[in-house]
């Protein structure tokens, strides 16, 4: 059974606005306007960029920190060409990928119990974890110079890369530097991010036109060693933080593969963040009394969560993620039902990444069910909340659980030209 373990005290250094705007400006200035790329160049890309960009994506958030995902990585030309003969994709980039990478999703958790047998453990919220984890790791090839096409998460890829029973893809990457791209329109990111308080001075902070051109690299384990920080923050301090910071982020997702099927709602209302706390405490309540199964109470023993979530209306801002669901464009790649959960919460986790490099703290929460948001906030019938995330500073002497993230040995297995086999 799982111990409630000690708390330890938040690393967070304060720095002052134009710090703040800083580090947001030269992180957003990696992250070029989302294209698709045409052919990929024959450059030569160490295999350490891309590893180092899976540390970073394995920094992420996840359910009751379950981390339930995991990664290949492929350059073993055998391997390269049973992928592209499953997935036929119609681009050619996986042929001229040096790498390609698919991300993983485990449905459950198999563990060894007491008596030494073979359990299955329940996930939390997978499918937000890992996308959210697919975001953190799209932020991290771009920060590292790197480009990508996405391409269908094939069942029978599993069987391919002789993946366990509780694995299933959940996204397919094929990575290099492109040398051609596909044309892309803009997408309007005032039609997917609200706010409920004035922008600007009537312009909208997110509108300038986001560049097809990114700044220099940064080596992928600075990255990593930046991203590795982020840590979910449940005690904030009720002191503002700049609204156009705030705003400023959301630039973020011009760089995003997903330009359809989510939302975000930014609450600053002290009347309608009282309102959500009332009734997410409420549902917390009876969930931490009532409806919590042995397992469930397990796995939350390490974070020491209760039903009471001051953070609500503590911190400053709330942003409220939804997925989206008939409203999947035609450049959709999914083109099923699993493209509204993975386009909200990829966006998500690039989103967050953005926020923690303008030094914003942010909880990763989901009220359990959270679908009262949705008539709270006169959302229509298609939008499903997935999560709301409460962004601002920590509070003095703030304390996060101590808990840590799987060595990358546990959630990568390379395949590569001279190791052949999986590793
Ligand atoms: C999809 C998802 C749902 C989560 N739900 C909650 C929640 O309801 N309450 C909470 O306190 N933390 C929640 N978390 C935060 C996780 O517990 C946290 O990410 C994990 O323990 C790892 O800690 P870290 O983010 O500080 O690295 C959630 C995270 C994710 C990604």
Redesign the pocket.
């Known amino acids: 059974m799982a111990a409630e373990k000690e708390k330890i005290p938040l690393k967070f250094h304060r720095m002052s606005g134009v710090e703040q705007y800083a580090g947001l400006d030269d992180f957003l200035s990696r992250l070029h306007f989302r294209r698709e790329v045409k052919s990929f160049s024959n450059s030569e890309i160490p295999i350490e960029i891309i590893k180092n960009a899976i540390k970073a994506a394995g920094?992420s958030?996840?359910?009751?920190?379950q981390q339930p995902w995991s990664f290949v990585l492929v350059s073993d030309p055998k391997v390269k060409t049973q992928i592209i003969n499953e997935v036929r994709s119609e681009t050619r980039t996986l042929e001229q990928a040096p790498y390609i990478v698919v991300l993983l999703k485990q449905k459950y958790g198999v563990e060894k119990n007491d008596s030494g047998k073979t359990i299955k453990v329940k996930h939390y919220?997978p499918n937000?974890?890992v996308g959210?984890c697919g975001g953190f790791f799209i932020t991290a090839l771009n920060q590292a110079g790197l480009h990508y096409n996405l391409h269908k998460p094939v069942k029978s890829l599993s069987s391919i890369l002789q993946r366990p029973e509780n694995e299933e893809p959940f996204m397919v990457f094929s990575i290099g530097i492109a040398d051609e791209w596909e044309d892309k329109k803009l997408h309007n990111l005032q039609d997917f991010v609200s706010f409920d308080f004035e922008i600007g001075s009537g312009k909208f902070e997110m509108s300038a036109e986001p560049s097809h051109e990114s700044g220099p690299a940064l080596s992928s384990a600075d990255y990593y060693d930046r991203i590795k920080k982020?840590?979910?923050v449940?005690d904030f301090s009720q002191e503002e933080i700049p609204a156009p910071l705030l705003t400023k982020a959301f630039r973020a997702l011009y760089s995003s593969p997903f330009s359809d099927s989510y939302r975000f709602a930014v609450i600053s209302n002290e009347e309608t963040k009282a309102l959500i706390r009332d009734k997410a405490e409420e549902e917390e309540k009876k969930f931490y009394e009532e409806k919590i199964t042995n397992e469930w109470r397990d796995v939350l023993k390490p974070?020491g969560?209760n039903w009471e979530k001051a953070h609500l209306t503590d911190a400053p801002y709330l942003i409220i993620g939804f997925k989206v669901t008939n409203d999947i464009g035609q450049e959709s790649m999914f083109m099923d039902k699993n493209q509204p959960i993975v386009s909200s919460a990829v966006n998500t986790g690039i989103l967050m990444s953005a926020l923690h490099h303008a030094n914003l703290c942010m909880?990763?929460?989901?009220?359990s069910p959270m679908v009262f948001l949705r008539d709270l906030l006169h959302r229509p019938k298609n939008e499903v909340p997935i999560?709301v995330i409460p962004v601002g500073y920590p509070a003095d002497q703030c304390q996060?659980?101590n808990?840590s993230k799987k060595p990358l040995k546990d959630i990568l297995t390379t395949l590569t030209e001279s190791e052949g086999e999986p590793s």
């Open positions: 920094t958030p996840s359910g009751a920190n919220y937000e974890s959210i982020r840590r979910n449940r974070l969560t909880l990763t929460h989901t009220p999560v996060v659980p808990i």
